[in-house]
């Protein structure tokens, strides 16, 4: 079947990676077989766990239904990751090609990244993700597809100003990452939606002295950074030049003031 091929491919890359690694590099072997060997397998398995909660949110029984489609999905991950793991060792100790190191990292901050999001566990931890992106960075820092992923991790926490940062960094990348300008607009989107929620955080500011206690300078540093990111969200959204110094020159004189004291 399907599955099959796509598994028999998978040995056959890490075979050419061993063979010539000069070669699997520039043909992009490796990109292929990501977007065909496993992209598409991991597509189908978190559609079909999408679709078993969603069917149970419907009707409350066969649980073990959902529980085996996410056990899938995340067997498959975890293969996944060792079988891309086993390829960077080949790549870089055949002398590191540089593409093919920039793109194993990216796939395994990938592969990461999907399996905290289906691991059922209370508080998510994004650092291994994280690392494989950053490590896909210091391969090829042309590239722009770390960095949206990076603000992807960063708006999963709420980051905002450091999504932003990232987003920048995609667009502006040698290589840009295809919809990071796209990607950026939904960050100011989400951010617009949020102020209406943290308006304590837009309000008129009350004096900060110095010396702060630990905890105050992180809570002036948090509002600082959403102020940041609001900011940049307003005047990426605004249709009328005329009423942004109401809202933008407050914001401006609050962070002088709280730069003034961090």
């Known amino acids: 079947g399907a599955e099959t091929a796509a598994a028999a491919a998978r040995r056959a890359v890490l075979l050419a990676a061993r063979q010539d690694p000069a070669g699997l590099a520039a043909s992009a072997v490796e990109e292929q077989l990501w977007r065909y060997g496993y992209y598409k397998r991991i597509d189908a398995l978190r559609r079909a766990a999408a679709a078993k909660g969603a069917a149970l949110a419907r009707q409350q029984q066969h649980q073990h239904q959902q529980r085996a489609a996410t056990g899938a999905l995340l067997h498959f991950l975890d293969s996944s990751m060792d079988q891309y793991k086993a390829l960077l060792e080949v790549v870089r100790g055949a002398g590191g090609q540089r593409l093919s190191v920039y ?10 990244r999907y399996r905290e999001q289906y691991e059922e566990r209370p508080r998510k931890s994004w650092d291994a993700a994280e690392a494989h992106y950053r490590a896909a960075l210091d391969a090829d820092p042309r590239q722009g597809s770390p960095h949206n992923q990076l603000a992807v991790l960063a708006g999963y926490a709420r980051r905002h100003c450091v999504a932003l940062y990232h987003y920048v960094r995609s667009i502006h990348a040698a290589v840009p990452f295809p919809t990071a300008r796209q990607n950026l607009g939904l960050l100011f ?3 617009h939606k949020e102020a209406r929620k943290r308006e304590h955080l837009l309000a008129a500011a009350r004096t900060a002295a110095a010396p702060m206690t630990s905890r105050q300078r992180t809570e002036l540093l948090s509002g600082l950074c ?3 990111a609001y900011l ?11 009423p942004l110094r109401a809202v933008c020159d407050p914001l401006v004189a609050r962070y002088e003031a709280e730069l003034a004291v961090l």
């Open 232 to 242: 940049h969200a307003t005047l990426a959204l605004a249709d009328d030049a005329k």
């Open 189 to 191: 989107e989400t951010v």
């Open 103 to 112: 793109r194993c990292c990216l796939y395994l901050g990938d592969l990461a």
């Open 226 to 228: 959403f102020r940041f």
